[in-house]
Nanobody, 126 residues
């Protein structure tokens, strides 16, 4: 049974930073591309970032490009999202997700991800 557990969310002022973590279990973590998504109240879940199995390639949503960085440490089964220069519009619940195919390609699509964490709240005050 795959489990993804996010942590690191909280309340921060605009311009501040947070680092989210996601610890995975129940899967061979290094076999799967991973992603971060977020969902603000009243909005659809949206793509934030994705990373290949070996960290050779990363991709970001337009609204976070240049401010957020996704990374992973495979021997720790852990995915990270470093968020800098946070803005009030970054306020959302952040979810990590595991791709639905071993050795699959990274994707921005929600449907490409089979396992999701419970989410961690990030609130940015102005």
């Amino acid at each position: 049974q795959v489990q993804l557990v996010e942590s690191g969310g909280g309340l921060v002022q605009a311009g501040g930073s947070l680092r989210l973590s996601c610890v995975a279990s129940g899967l061979t973590f290094s076999d799967y591309p991973m992603g971060w998504f977020r969902q603000a109240p009243g909005k659809e879940r949206e793509f934030v970032a994705t990373i290949t199995r070996t960290s050779s390639y990363t991709e970001y949503g337009d609204s976070v490009k240049g401010r957020f960085a996704i990374s992973r440490v495979n021997y720790k089964n852990t995915l990270y999202l470093q968020m800098n220069d946070l803005k009030p519009e970054d306020t959302a619940v952040y979810y990590c997700a595991a791709h639905n195919r071993r050795h699959g390609l990274t994707s921005r699509r929600l449907a490409a991800y089979a396992a999701w964490g419970q989410g961690t709240q990030v609130t940015v005050s102005s």
